[in-house]
């Protein structure tokens, strides 16, 4: 039992007073004699002690009648927490894509809304964390207001995230009584290992809301094929999750405009890739749909553009340009070579991409121009020769504080390591080879860059091509020759993807698509004067990216907005310069989902449930308060009524 006003008691040293005065009350008795009072000392001894008795009921039942009022006034009550606490409620409510489902109450996110409103307690505090937005320390009314404003979107936040916050809360609550509520349909994607849980202290229900649908078909990607400038392939790659789906309905729009339509089956849990050819034309706005019912309605359209392409500028200065020319194809890149003798600085200027191939010396005029392309956030790959003069290599690499090669070293060795996890070759292997045919290198030009990481390494574990990314632009570093006399390099196959990435990687120029919540960087050529900025619009909302000008482009960054999957204007003031398209993460597709059961196992802190209103009601119930003062109040007055009864009836 607890006290909501324990200082009250102290008032229960006053029923000494009463017991002192039933202890000391003195009473005279005057003797009259009598001839025969044999009779009489009978009579009085049953007088005696039945007035003793009496006496003895009223000072209990005034003890009572007072302790009663004292413990009245203190109000005891029963409850797992204090009554000067003020109960908060931490609320974590998954409004992902993924929500945007049916259960057996109908949709996941609304119903969990109306329950949460439904169920909740006006007298307490809240905060509310979404995927989007945090709310601390709210009142009722705001949360109402805020969930009634809830909808779907884009965003994710990552469970650990989320048990952190809780953590954090808690931590700052330590004087009132708290509880956490996790609402979500714990989709696979939001996995966490078994570990996390271990450290969650305060109390935490995990609801997990259930879609009834098993099935679902989606879009999952595209990708373009050229045939000619003007004829196109798109690859439409849809994944379906459940049983086979015969004849479904899949339409290609330009716009609004309806490009192409077709029909496919698709077989349980397969992935199919769907063509539509497209004709004649160099610019589209296209949008693919999939007409049919399943468990996301999200993941059925899927946008893409297609603008004319702005092919990625390359010049190589120096020697060796026939493999070169070989990966830097016409239909991506407009590929040009120099002599160091012939170089037009003028040119230089539009490059994305510049290489130095196998040059002796690197004049003091071009080590100039590179600093100054490297500023503007481009890229130079660097080949040196075999006679390479190192001082006039490290004069260039001293003015940007990388450090030093060192001389020629003949050592035969093999080009035997790749570093697979390098965000350089995503998408390039699609496992670790091991078992390839090794290149050569007969030497090398050792180095001590203090900014490189490596991209692929020598089996004595030198570094063969080393990246190293400067605070604006990249450098790329052959610690090798590659001219056939010194190194079989350029006749493997790892030449290909090797240089072909160095040259896509120079320039972002923009893809058929993007997706929301993901880091992108967009090049778009033009330039800008002093107090102008690009603006992304679609017809509805406006917004201004991060973004750095470039003296031929401007590097854009999106991230937070767009969040809403659809086509995009890239705009100078009110004139139009790129089209893009942004779509949802394929990955909130997904029909897997955690089992929060196993992983909340042996924490007695953790609970799991299935419904909103079944966790609301539990912690009300557990937080209730039994008050207990009318029933010392009501015993107050029956042994008030017991005096009173003693006093008229009780007669000694």
């Known amino acids: 039992m607890q006290l909501k006003h324990p200082e009250i008691l102290y008032f229960l040293v006053f029923l000494i007073l009463p017991i002192l005065v039933h202890l000391f009350q003195l009473q005279k008795f005057k003797k009259t004699p009598f001839t025969n009072v044999a009779f009489l000392q009978k009579l009085v001894l049953q007088t005696r ?56 109450k109908g949709d996941l996110l609304q119903n969990a809304i109306k329950e949460i409103i439904e169920n909740a307690s006006e007298n ?82 995990f609801i997990q809301l259930a879609t009834t649908q098993k099935n679902n078909v989606s879009i999952d990607s595209i990708f373009i094929q050229n045939q000619s400038n003007t004829n196109f392939l798109v690859h439409v790659v849809v994944k379906n999750q459940g049983t086979e789906k015969i004849n479904i309905p899949i339409a290609l729009y330009n716009k609004d405009a309806v490009f192409a339509k077709q ?16 004709q004649n034309t160099q610019k589209i706005n296209g949008k693919i749909t999939i007409d049919f019912d399943d468990a996301f309605s999200f993941d059925n359209s899927f946008f893409f553009t297609l603008n004319q392409s702005k092919k990625i500028n390359v010049f ?10 070989k990966i830097y194809n016409k239909n991506e890149f407009d590929f040009n070579i120099s002599s160091i003798q012939n170089i037009n ?22 080590i100039t121009f590179l600093q100054k392309h490297l500023n503007e956030n481009k890229s130079v790959v660097i080949i040196p020769s075999q006679k390479a003069n190192t001082n006039s290599y490290n004069s260039f690499f001293n003015t940007l504080n990388l450090g030093r090669i060192q001389n020629l070293k003949k050592d035969s060795l093999k080009i035997a390591n790749i570093n697979f996890k390098s965000p350089f070759f995503k998408n390039v292997f699609s496992k670790e080879v091991r078992n390839f045919q090794y290149p050569t290198v ?70 058929p698509y993007y997706t929301i919540g993901k880091t992108n960087f ?58 893009l398209a942004y ?70």
Do not use: M
């Open 263 to 278: 029909t496919f089956s698709i077989k349980t849990n397969e992935r199919k890739t769907i063509v539509f050819p497209i």
């Open 124 to 205: 307490e505090t809240y905060s509310l964390l979404t995927n989007s937005d945090e709310h601390k320390n709210i009142s009722f009314s705001d949360l109402k207001k805020l969930l009634l404003n809830l909808k779907n979107n884009s965003d994710s936040r990552p469970l650990d995230e989320v048990l952190l916050k809780i953590k954090s809360s808690s931590i700052n609550r330590t004087n009132n009584s708290s509880s956490a509520l996790l609402i979500s349909d714990f989709q696979i994607i939001k996995a966490l290992k078994k570990e996390a849980f271990t450290n969650v202290t305060s109390s935490v229900s």
């Open 316 to 325: 190589s200065i120096g020697n060796n340009h026939e493999f070169l020319s």
């Open 522 to 579: 967009i090049d778009i050529a033009t330039s800008l004067t002093k107090n102008q900025v690009l603006s992304i619009q679609d017809n509805t909302n406006s917004f201004i990216p991060l973004q750095q000008s470039y003296p031929s482009k401007v590097t854009l960054q999106t991230k937070e907005k767009p969040n809403k999957q659809g086509l995009y204007t890239v705009k100078i003031e009110n004139t139009s310069i790129k089209n």
């Open 442 to 511: 007969k030497n090398y030009y050792p180095s001590n860059f203090t900014k490189s990481s490596s991209l692929i390494k020598f089996d004595n574990q030198q570094q063969f091509f080393s990246q190293i990314q400067l605070q604006k632009g990249i450098i790329y570093w052959s610690s090798s020759s590659l001219n056939t006399q010194n190194s079989n390099f350029t006749n493997s196959p790892l030449v290909v993807p090797l240089f072909y990435n160095f040259g896509k990687l120079s320039a972002k120029y923009p893809k």
């Open 583 to 652: 779509n949802n993460n394929s990955l909130e597709s997904e029909l897997q989902f955690l089992n929060i059961k196993e992983l909340i196992t042996n924490n007695k802190n953790l609970r799991y449930s299935e419904s909103v209103t079944d966790v609301f009601q539990t912690n009300q119930e557990k937080n209730k308060v039994t008050w207990f003062w009318k029933w010392f109040l009501a015993l107050a007055i029956v042994s008030l009524f017991f005096e009173i009864l003693i006093l008229k009836f009780f007669k000694p």
């Open 49 to 104: 002690k039945s007035s003793k008795l009496k006496k003895w009921l009223i000072l209990a039942s005034r003890l009572i009648l007072l302790s009663a009022i004292i413990i009245a006034f203190s109000q005891p009550y029963i409850s797992d927490k204090k009554t000067k606490e003020i109960h908060h409620n931490f609320i974590y409510l998954d409004n992902s894509l993924s929500l945007n489902s049916k259960g057996e």
């Open 345 to 366: 600085y003028n040119a230089l200027n539009k490059q994305e991409l510049i290489i130095l191939n196998e040059l002796d010396r690197i004049p003091n005029t071009l």
